[in-house]
């Protein structure tokens, strides 16, 4: 069973459009997370959410907005899309940040805008 | 800040060499240490971790021991396979964080 799925794993789109990309893990873990992965293979977190609550937001521009229905869910929704947007989106997971646990990762989404 | 320098890539091997990736940090408090392998086309997934100094963490033959002296949690592995082939990214979470910062990867290919 995958324990972090992200969908969908690929998605091509125009400029200016809206689109959403969805995160569901099965671990039981209270933590989620949101990283950009750059052309370069730079990752650099956007959003955290414990517990359904947002606790770093890396000043990410705010056409992205996550919504967490659930701790098991976090969503990410890109509005007016642009070229820089471009990039591999994981999403991720851990039980218990306090204790430095290792983050479990989703296998991406390429998003690719045209 | 929390930082991580890794070696900059790519590194190219033959098949049964011996493998380092360097990576040396910077970080307030006492960080716990990963390294994470991303494989062509997939996610990213753990491949070992330290969580205080001295601890050396192993997996699938790979090797790296925290030196708190030298700020360091080097990666090596005594043969690799044509299968290690992959970006190879060190990352460091700090006491009570949730942010888990990135080096910017090594890409390890290997040749038979």
């Known amino acids: 069973d995958t324990a972090v799925s992200q969908t969908p794993k690929y998605l091509v789109t125009q400029m200016g459009n809206d689109k959403s990309i969805k995160c569901e893990q099965n671990l039981g873990h209270d933590t989620m997370y949101w990283y950009k992965q750059d052309s370069k293979k730079f990752l650099k977190i956007m959003f955290s959410y414990n517990n359904k609550e947002l606790i770093i937001n890396e000043t990410v521009p705010n056409r992205f907005s996550p919504k967490s229905p659930d701790k098991a869910h976090l969503n990410l929704h890109i509005n007016s899309l642009e070229l820089g947007d471009s990039a591999v989106y994981f999403c991720a997971s851990s039980q218990d940040p306090v204790r430095n646990q290792p983050q479990h990762f989703g296998d991406g989404t390429r998003l690719s805008i045209l | 800040g929390d930082s991580v320098t890794q070696m900059e890539g790519p590194v190219t091997l033959s098949e049964e060499a011996f493998l380092t990736i360097n990576c040396t940090y910077t970080?307030?408090?006492?960080?716990?240490l990963f390294w994470y392998v991303q494989y062509p086309g997939e996610g990213l997934q753990l491949l070992l971790k330290?969580?205080?100094?001295?601890d050396k963490g192993s997996n699938k033959g790979f090797e790296a021991t925290y030196r708190k002296e030298t700020t360091s949690f080097h990666l090596e592995k005594g043969s690799v396979q044509v299968s290690d082939s992959a970006v190879y990214f060190c990352a460091l979470i700090t006491g009570g964080g949730n942010k888990l910062t990135f080096g910017t990867g090594t890409q390890l290919k290997v040749e038979l």
């Open positions: 970080a307030t408090g006492y960080p716990s």
């Open positions: 330290a969580t205080k100094a001295d």
